[in-house]
Structure formats: structure tokens, C-alpha cells
């Protein structure tokens, strides 16, 4: 599942294809883009922020105006430099390949743009929220967002204040809510909730050590940097690298007990009901 540290590699595929070159072509399979043609436009950089794709693009000299398709609040001011915005939510993914290799992985149907430069091709799959805005007005889409806990700006002290700001709320909530801090998703909620022994019910005001389980996400993602395979448990391999996420009925790794599964907010969550008690 994509959380904050699969979208920084992700990030960071995009930045090794695609930085510094030209594009040669575009083609995108969404309504809003789909009149967009990239073609001799630079890639500047590719970023991300939490869970968002920043693909960072210069327009050539010649280019007159917005592109089509851009959704820009001031197309006039915006200059040469726009940005290509995605997010993967449950199931997008980019995948970069040589210029001839065969696409391998995912259906045809699922693809939602192609860029293609002399060294690669980039290839996004049902990617959420494509938009083309420019790069000065990035903050309007990830400007809400929390602290991000792979940025270069990473600041837990706020995201501690803006958990501590809303007492009442779940911490298996809180800790989703992007606005709080930025890139935690199921997994690592379930499974810091669980190292710190924490049921994910309790409220936030009723949490021992915020400070401590803020950063003990962050160590968990940043961890998992620079690998597709996500493990909090020190394992890679298949079956081990969890101590309660997706392991519903089968016996906790610490005590024995199963292992529960159960909807919280929107989201399903799982835990041990003997190594994370419920606190009031
Ligand atoms: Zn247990």
C-alpha cells in the first residue's frame, strides 16, 4: 500500500528517469489532460510531500501560454514552470522503463499518462488527482498537509502540537489525518500503535508519550526508504515483516493473542487486544 515512504521512492524512480531531460512526448489517458502534449518540455525534479507526487516541469521558450488543460488559479502569472501533480492512494503506482522495454506488471487500462524522454519512459497508473498546476501555486494542493515526515523540513514538535490540538479524536485516526503529519498510513498506524502498546481507540489526550510515538513513526518510514518491501518488524521476508497489519486471527508475535481486525473511522484497523489495552 503506498504510504509516505513508497511515494518517496517513488519520487525518487521519477527523479533518476526523468530529471534533466527533455521530454519527447506525453500522452495522457484522463479527460482533463487529455489535449496536454508535453513534448520538449524539461523535467526539473520530481518530489514528493506526504502522500503527493510533485513532477517538477520547465516549459520551453517557445511554448505561448498555459498548457491545455492546466488547472491554474492565475494562468497568467504563471510563468514557465509547472508541476505535475499525482497521488497514488490505495493502488497507483508509476513505473519507469528503458525506451523499447515491454511495460510489464499492470494492465493497459489502468494507465493514465506516459512520458517519454531519450533515456526512459515514465508510466503512471491509475494515478489520483492529475493535474497540471503551476509550480508557485503547488502550496493549494499539499499547503494543508502536516509536517511531512520524509520531507527535508520534518518538524515533530508541530506534529505533536497539531495531534495535541484535537484531544478527543482516536490516535488510530489522528494518526492518518494527513493534516497532523504527513505519509503515515494503515500500516504504520497499526503497526506503531501496537509497538507502543496503545490500542488505537484511545484519545489522543490519553496517549502516554505523543512525542514518542510521533517519533517512532518516523523512524519506522525512514527505515523503509529506498525499498519496496515495507517492514516493521526488522524482516523481509513474506509472512514477517508486520506484527499485526493483515495478520487478523493469527496469534500476536509478542503474547499469542489473535490478533484482532476492525473498522475504525473509514479504515479497517488491527491490533492486539492483550498488548494494547484500551486507556479512558
Ligand atoms: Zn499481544
Known amino acids: 500500500m503506498p504510504e ?17 531531460s527533455r521530454l519527447t512526448g506525453s500522452d495522457f489517458r484522463v479527460p482533463q489532460l487529455a489535449a496536454t502534449d508535453l513534448a520538449g518540455w524539461t523535467v526539473r525534479e520530481s518530489a514528493s510531500r506526504g502522500k503527493h507526487l510533485l513532477l ?16 491554474a488559479a492565475r494562468p497568467d502569472a504563471a510563468g514557465r514552470d509547472w508541476t505535475l501533480h499525482s497521488h497514488l492512494r490505495m493502488d497507483g503506482a508509476w513505473r519507469a522503463y528503458a525506451p523499447g522495454e515491454r511495460w510489464a506488471g499492470r494492465p493497459a487500462h489502468l494507465i493514465r499518462v506516459v512520458l517519454r524522454s531519450p533515456g526512459a519512459v515514465a508510466v503512471g497508473y491509475h494515478l489520483h488527482e492529475l493535474a497540471l498546476i503551476p509550480t508557485a501555486e503547488e502550496e493549494s494542493l499539499v499547503g494543508h498537509l502536516g509536517p511531512d515526515l520524509l520531507g527535508p523540513d520534518w518538524d515533530p514538535d508541530e506534529a505533536v502540537r497539531r495531534l495535541a490540538a ?7 485516526e489522528a494518526l492518518l489525518d494527513q493534516r497532523n503529519l504527513a505519509g503515515v498510513g494503515n500500516l504504520y498506524k497499526c503497526e506503531v500503535l501496537f509497538l507502543r502498546g496503545i490500542s488505537p481507540w484511545t484519545p489522543v489526550r490519553a496517549v502516554p508519550d505523543l512525542a514518542g510515538t510521533v517519533a517512532l513513526a518516523h523512524r519506522l518510514l ?50 492486539c487486544p492483550a498488548c494494547q489495552p484500551e486507556r479512558r
Open 222 to 271: 525512514a527505515a523503509n526508504r529506498g525499498r519496496w518491501t515495507q517492514s516493521t518488524t526488522g524482516s523481509l521476508h513474506r509472512g514477517q515483516t508486520s506484527y499485526v497489519y493483515g495478520r487478523q486471527a493469527q496469534p500476536c508475535r509478542r503474547c499469542g493473542t489473535a490478533v484482532r481486525k476492525e473498522e475504525l473511522g473509514d479504515r479497517v484497523t488491527y491490533w
Open 4 to 20: 509516505g515512504d513508497t511515494v518517496w521512492n517513488t519520487a525518487r524512480v521519477l527523479q533518476r528517469a526523468l530529471a534533466g
Open 166 to 172: 484535537h484531544p478527543d479524536q482516536t490516535i488510530g
Open 56 to 71: 517538477r516541469l520547465t516549459a520551453p521558450p517557445e511554448a505561448a501560454g498555459p498548457p491545455a488543460g492546466a488547472a
